[in-house]
């Protein structure tokens, strides 16, 4: 066990320090970035299928407010939407905590996202398997849910995982607006060690690459069950 | 069985089809020639609302539908049950095995109990010729073994029209006997089909009625004895001369 700070010419690490820091940011990584993450991304995925859904049916008004919608949060920072949610709230009587209000703002920025990527899955899938199921007797609905969706959820994995990777470093936003999450709880103790800081903000980085690390292996699980029906 | 009325079919200023006439009876088989941008496909697509005619009737003895009019969504449904297509890119449902293509129809659209529905897709994997490949995905297998899962497909539907869309235009010239065959015994076995293809020989062999299509309208229609033994329109002359000889 390193117990001293070592020394690189003139660089003094402080690992007593990195050390102690290690588990009260990884513990703010696993109790609050991750379901942060998941729960954001949960919603996110469900509203981005709604989205995603309507812009390819022929339902004029909704595809209109849908259009706008994906246009507005891709148009703007996601720091700005968290603001906005955050002080419009209050002003709606809502109140709520930053923890679920930074959710909002994360589903509702993964839903725009993503469900420019479901669309482009769902349009890339053959015009032939649509006409296939109709034939043998499918409704639209039907060949949709049967057909295409599976289809286009294999080409949609890697790109939503991309999604997924981003949104677990775009949560480091929410510190922004009072959440304790990993980047927040760094910030935290590099205000009590600020000779230190620089390493708090090295390790704060290697924690949130560890967990990207490790998400982006179960993507490539994810693709290897998915494959199966495809030639490589 | 079908009767055609008065089809007709534009795509923008292309007018594809231009009133058609055409009567399909029951257990015969219609072999559809033409050349290319004949409208041909066109027509075979209208007869399941593939594409939806501008104007005219399709209609089965206890199913008419006017194009004429606004048709419901449902209507095209019922319409398009009545018949089973085979297409010429035969797209299969590739995420799904060829036993469980065969057998989504009948479970998922006809809500027929899946054992049954497995048995009687095993007996019509064997029909094909593709028992013993009913567990593999479409990918694994050559373009004829994925046409005749096609035909399968379809008649697993129980339909009482079967259709067939260029069903050998994609395949490797040594490939295409599996399928003709396959075709040859449904035919024999009393099957009601529609067949738009290039293979004269087929036609001259299996088809009891041959019609010849140009330009949106049916320029000579009959035995294959006649049409394509001796055509009296010109257009049927060169159009047949032409594939017979296609390096002259």
Known sequence: MLTSNMVFGGIVIPWELLQQSFWPILIEGIKVTIPLTLISFFFGIILALITALVRISNIKPLRWIFSVYVSAIRGTPLLVQLFIIFYLLPELNIMIDPYPTAIIAFSLNVGAYASEIIRASILSVPKGQWEAGFTIGMTYRKTLFRVILPQALRVSVPPLSNSFISLVKETSLASQILVTELFRKSQQIGATNLDQIVYIYILAAFIYWIICFVLSLAQHQLERRLDRYTAR | ?248
């Open chain 2, 1 to 248: 069985m079908l009767a055609v009325r008065g089809l007709k079919k534009s795509f923008g200023t292309n007018t594809v089809l231009k009133s058609i006439d055409m009567q399909v009876d029951k257990g015969k088989v219609i072999a559809i020639l033409g050349p290319s941008g004949s409208g041909k496909t066109t027509l075979l697509r209208c007869l399941n609302a593939l594409e939806i005619p501008d104007e005219g009737i399709v209609g089965f003895e206890d199913h008419q539908v006017d194009f004429s009019q606004k048709v419901k969504q449902q209507e095209l449904i019922k319409l398009r049950r009545k018949s089973g297509m085979v297409f010429q890119s035969y797209n299969l449902f590739p995420h799904r095995t060829v036993l469980e293509n065969v057998m989504e129809g009948p479970v998922q659209v006809q809500k027929r109990d899946k054992q049954t529905v497995k048995a009687e897709a095993i007996e019509l994997l064997d029909k094909v010729g593709l028992k013993d490949k009913k567990d593999l995905y479409p990918y694994q297998l050559s373009g004829g073994q994925q046409q005749r899962v096609g035909i399968a497909r379809a008649l697993a539907i129980k339909p009482e029209l079967m259709l067939f869309d260029e069903p050998t235009s994609a395949l490797d010239p040594e490939l295409i006997g599996e399928v003709l065959r396959v075709m040859k015994d449904l035919a024999n076995e009393g099957w009601t089909m529609v067949v738009v293809t290039h293979e004269i020989k087929f036609a001259q062999e299996i088809a009891d009625e041959v019609i010849f299509i140009d330009g949106g309208v049916i320029v000579e229609q009959g035995p294959p004895a006649d049409v394509l033994s001796h055509p009296k329109e010109e257009r049927t002359q060169r159009f047949l001369h032409r594939i017979l000889n296609p390096t002259e």
